[in-house]
């Protein structure tokens, strides 16, 4: 698999390796077939052969290197007993809860069993997915999991948990410590039914100020990484955390991949990590709009030479012509 050869071997292959951060979802009319069958998205979530299909779609139309088994990072707060559900234009939605019932109820909940149906369909896809191509599973990191559980929905400030966090310090820091349970739980359980890497997704790290980093974002990354290599020594994990790259320096005794988002140049990250492999990191604004040739060609003979995995900076926008993704990667290919 092109992708471990990079990620556990730090080989620098021409091409690199490639996937996309949503690459299994709206932007693929045969995608919105299968959603369409389904008002409820968790309950497609939790749909064994559906989940199949869609994750093994893109590699059905492209020549990438891995799936990424198609799922959501809340499922960790809806099967914890805070209903979640999607609206139209709007994104996700979570009811208001209490929170101090919500952590009883968190340790009467096993992942294991109420993820079965998920176990199941990483499963099935390792066995349909090629054996050169890798398969991803992932999971939201606790700060970002908990700006959509206090905020009860997607926010724009940040100022909704910022204040919480402050005026419910112990509260908080509770909830964080089982979220890092259940996130490695999460992470464990992909891994055992057949993911061949994981990811880390702290979507939201740039709303989190730099003196508290270290206390929200660093060392619940720490204790997640450890407990899964505990399990599983030799996993590769990928870290995404947007909007703070700059602090990827103090985590390299990590060992992990770093993905970069696409607010900053990633030659000028792999000249601060030299070693680290690192994804990234075309905008995906600029495949919408495909005037990303340039910026392409930059990002390819910058990192070429270096252990790295082609990718967004971000998730694929939902109205990307799919012409643009063919574009792209005969691009990356034959570049």
Not at 54 to 75: E, G, H, K, M, W
Not at 104 to 111: E, I, K, M, P, R
Request: aromatic share 8%.
């Amino acid at each position: 698999m092109r992708l471990l050869d990079v990620l556990t071997h730090k080989k620098c292959l021409t091409p690199p390796p490639i996937w996309m951060m949503r690459q299994a979802g709206r932007y693929l009319p045969e995608y919105k077939q299968v959603r369409k069958n389904y008002d409820d998205f968790m309950q497609f979530c939790f749909s064994q052969d559906d989940v199949v299909k869609v994750t093994l779609q893109p590699l059905q139309r492209f020549q990438l290197d891995a799936a990424i088994i198609f799922s959501d990072i809340l499922v960790i707060p809806h099967v914890l007993g805070q209903r979640v559900w999607f609206e139209p234009d709007h994104g996700p939605k979570l009811e208001k809860v209490d929170f101090r019932k919500l952590l009883l109820n968190a340790g009467q909940v096993s992942l294991e069993q109420v993820l079965a149906p998920v176990a199941d369909s990483i499963a099935k896809t390792r066995a349909q997915l090629d054996h050169t191509k890798a398969l991803i599973g992932f999971s939201g990191a606790p700060w970002t999991l908990l700006t959509y559980m206090i905020s009860n929905g997607k926010t724009a400030d940040f100022n909704t948990v910022l204040d919480f966090a402050a005026s419910n310090r112990e509260l908080f820091a509770q909830l964080q410590s089982m979220l890092e349970e259940k996130v490695a739980e999460l992470l464990c359980l992909h891994i055992s039914a057949g993911a061949n890497v994981v990811q880390i997704f702290e979507s939201w790290a740039v709303a989190v100020p730099p003196p508290l980093r270290e206390l929200y974002l660093y060392t619940p990354l720490r204790r997640i990484v450890g407990k899964v290599r505990t399990r599983y020594p030799g996993i590769p994990i990928i870290y995404y955390a947007r909007g703070v790259s700059g602090d990827y320096v103090g985590l390299q005794d990590l060992d992990v991949a770093f993905g970069v988002d696409e607010t900053v140049d990633i030659i000028d990250i792999r000249a601060q990590l030299s070693s680290s492999v690192l994804q990234g990191n075309l905008s995906p604004n600029k495949l919408l709009n495909g005037d990303f040739e340039e910026d392409l060609g930059r990002i390819l003979s910058g990192m070429h030479g270096t252990p790295h995995i082609f990718n967004l900076g971000h998730g694929i926008n939902k109205d990307t012509p799919i012409s643009h993704v063919e574009r792209m990667i005969d691009v990356v290919q034959n570049l």
